[in-house]
């Protein structure tokens, strides 16, 4: 052990660089969505983890790779810097699948984690022996390295579910979270029953305890949950994930102080609400790619989110013929926290063209794989299966050259002594002891207790980062928005000196990488802004010459200022075609934005299906986007939708939508026009529940310039009299 004098020298040096030097520089990486394409046209549902051995493992649910190919028993794949992939095989064989899923059962949806010394991974089993026919249940494997071998449990860590009416609900999709109390929660659900969370046995692999309903149903699905600030960030999948070209999946948050919820958005709508809310993540932008979800997080070593996901191109949407099975490959982006909502791309959406890819590997001179040949002061050992060589420190240990001034994050796998002290620049230093993470930056200190059970032998995930005047140690099992302990401190005016980064005390160390952390994005992207108005109608007297209709609603009148339309018992999918649709002529230009005002009482958790009335924008009645205040079992939602004709062959029609914002009984909608660089008619819906905030959402791509109109339909309940949809004006302004 060093001496007390030492020790006490090496506390007061802590590392932090916001720039680079020659020191910690590293060649720009890009990567270009779909990043699975050198081996894969399909890859969905992903999940990924750092093995430690330095690779990134990411899996994918059993759909064929590519055309013609084999449903597989989930795949694998492998990168060590997101340019280039190397395909792995599958989880399972027919010999090593789980012996209690019944033959033909698929295997959807894995999650990875790393805990108790062994990789676990979370799958959907689609149909057990116990019920055949299609009861959905969740499994468990486990294995000694992220590319197995896999052992599945004798059983399901969630069984399937009746649902009281001779079926079964959805228990799809796991997501694990170990949480600040050190319990490990199991998420999981889907449209049919809502999304629940259960509490599991230490070693993950049972279910114990009753369960939390976290969402209601018929809105959310491939649920994800990250620790961040003090918050429990729940991210699920909305919509249809699998229309072909009218697939509008999109990804939503709500945030709680507990794992089991409430969750709840950024404008304060509860997931469980039937007017249920969501802070949008990631949606489509109008580039090629459609129904981005079901996605994994991950930090990079720059300390920069990424989130990894499905998505269609909406040019090449199926691996098989039409309403085959979806060609969904995997992409990655970056995730920006914007006023404490995760926003993908600072909220642009999927990215088309190249991008920096995600920061891998050391600076100062570290092999983040070998990392006592980058320390002084650390001995080298020869690791195990589940990765390479690691080093040992057992007094005090430094880097070989001093990191650059400025903001810095350093990372390492950790299996911990008694007492291991991480010190960074000259001020901050972060130490697990006594069962404490205890951060200091001179001389504040701020600590957190760790769980009772917390077991320091095993692998865990540390680190201390240094952005501006925030100060951040965090301990947790894999870097997967996973958290046994997080403490942080804010000290305005931090600035912090070039030293080497220090350790003090003993561990056993792996992946430790030295990097400036990533400049945050503090403001969202730019979204359509109303100039001055062009056209338009306030309902003050009998419709002018820029009014058509399609299949007139003589029920519809104007008086006092507004359009009062009973719903109709009709509808525009498929076949039906049935319903009055009122087209105003659109203003010339490349650009420009619609507006109406809607009065629609659909109630609130009763089943009115499918009651809606909003806009449309219309090509012809196989070929429109409808955004519509829409009720959807028991749940009042916005949605916006595509009809387009998927098989041109035999006219056959696609229908999928994307949700965006929420409802009440009076709104405001948007639809913003304008063509891309393409040529190509792009048509984003934007809603708002009090006419001054708007959230902007989904853009659909239309093969020509549309008129817009109103539209109120779907009364299929049988009310009498049917509700009336009431809308203040039609209005047309420049977009700026």
């Known amino acids: 052990m060093p001496s007390k004098r030492l020790l006490a020298t090496v506390l007061a040096v802590v590392v932090v660089a916001a720039g680079t030097s020659a020191a910690t520089a590293a060649p720009v990486v890009t990567t270009t969505n779909p990043v699975t394409s050198s081996f894969a046209d399909s890859f969905a549902d992903p999940s990924i983890i750092q093995g430690r051995d330095g690779y990134w493992y990411a899996y994918a649910t059993s759909d064929p790779l590519v055309a013609n190919g084999p449903f597989g028993l989930m795949h694998m794949a492998r990168t060590k810097d997101f340019s280039s992939w190397e395909y792995l095989g599958t989880v399972f064989n027919d010999q090593t699948k789980p012996a209690w899923a019944a033959p033909g059962s698929f295997f959807w949806a894995p999650d990875i984690r790393y805990f108790g010394g062994r990789y676990v991974m979370y799958f959907t089993v689609t149909d057990t022996t116990a019920n055949a026919g299609g009861d959905p249940a969740i499994g468990v494997a486990t294995a000694p390295t992220p590319a197995g071998p896999w052992t599945s449990s004798d059983g399901p860590v969630v069984a399937p ?12 999709d796991p997501a694990e979270l170990t949480a600040a109390d ?13 999304i629940s969370v259960t509490e599991l046995s230490a070693d993950g692999t049972h279910a114990v305890g009753t369960p939390t309903q976290v969402t209601i149903g018929d809105r959310y699905e491939g649920s994800y949950v990250v620790y961040r600030d003090g918050w429990y960030y729940f991210m699920g999948s909305s919509m249809n994930c699998c229309a072909g070209p009218t697939t509008g999946y999109s990804v939503f948050a709500g945030r709680s102080r507990s794992p089991r919820g409430p969750f709840v958005d950024a404008d304060g709508a509860k997931l469980t609400d039937s007017r249920v809310g969501g802070t949008t993540v990631i949606t489509q932008n109008g580039n090629k790619w459609i129904g981005p979800g079901h996605h994994a997080f991950i930090t990079d070593a720059a300390g920069q989110d990424h989130i990894v996901y ?10 098989t013929d039409p309403f085959g099975i979806n060609r969904r490959p995997m992409l990655i982006d970056q995730i920006d926290w914007i006023n404490g909502w995760p926003r993908t791309r600072a909220g642009l959406g999927p990215s088309e063209g190249p991008v920096p890819a995600p920061t891998t590997g050391s600076g100062l001179g570290i092999d983040s794989t070998n990392p006592a ?17 690691t080093a040992s420190i057992n007094g005090v240990a430094r880097t070989r050259s001093s990191a650059p001034s400025g903001s810095l994050r350093v990372e390492a796998d950790v299996r911990l002594g008694s007492s291991f002290t991480t010190v960074v620049g000259n001020t901050v230093s972060a130490t697990v002891a006594d069962n404490r993470l205890t951060l200091a930056v001179g001389r504040r200190t701020t600590s957190v207790n760790l769980p009772a059970d917390f077991d320091r032998t095993q692998w865990n995930k540390l680190s201390v980062q240094v952005s501006g005047s925030s100060v951040t140690a965090r301990l947790n099992d894999a870097g997967l928005g996973d958290v046994y302990g997080e403490a942080q401190l804010s000290v305005p005016g931090l600035r912090l000196a070039a030293a080497p980064v220090r350790w003090a005390g003993s561990a056993e160390v792996d992946n430790l990488t030295v990097r400036p952390v990533a400049k945050p994005v503090t ?3 730019a979204v359509p802004r109303t100039g001055k108005l062009l056209a338009g109608d306030d309902f003050n007297g009998a419709l002018g010459a820029d009014w058509t209709w399609v299949r007139q609603d003589d029920k519809a009148t104007v008086a006092d200022g507004n359009l009062s339309w009973p719903l109709e018992n009709a509808d525009m999918v498929g076949s039906g075609n049935n319903a009055g649709l009122l087209l105003h002529a659109t203003p010339a230009g490349k650009s420009w934005i619609a507006e109406t005002k809607l009065h629609l009482d659909t109630g609130i958790d009763d089943v009115r299906n499918y009651q809606q009335a909003g806009m449309i924008v219309y090509l012809n009645d196989d070929d429109f986007a409808r955004l519509g205040d829409v009720a959807i079992w028991k749940t009042r939602q916005t949605e916006y939708g595509r009809e387009l004709v998927a098989r041109p062959s035999d006219g056959a029609t696609s229908y999928g939508a994307a949700a965006i914002g929420r409802t009440a009984p009076t709104m405001w909608m948007r639809i913003a026009y304008h063509e891309n660089a393409a040529g190509e008619h792009v048509y984003q819906a934007g809603t708002s529940i009090d006419g001054k905030n708007w959230t902007w959402g989904a853009s659909w791509v239309l093969p020509a310039a549309a008129r817009i ?5 779907g009364e299929f309940t049988g009310a009498n009299p049917p509700p009336v949809a009431t809308f203040d004006y039609l209005k047309f302004y420049e977009s700026r």
Do not use: Q, S, V
């Open 182 to 194: 050190g319990k490990r929660y199991l998420y999981y659900g889907g449209f049919n029953g809502g």
């Open 523 to 525: 403001k969202l992207a």
């Open 373 to 389: 040949a980058g320390l002084l002061g650390a001995t080298a050992n020869p690791g195990d299966a589940a990765g390479g060589p």
């Open 709 to 713: 109109g109103l539209y109120a339909h």
């Open 310 to 319: 499905h998505a269609i191109d909406r040019g090449t949407p199926w691996l």
């Open 161 to 172: 579910r009746p649902d009281g009416n001779g079926g079964y609900l959805g228990t799809i």
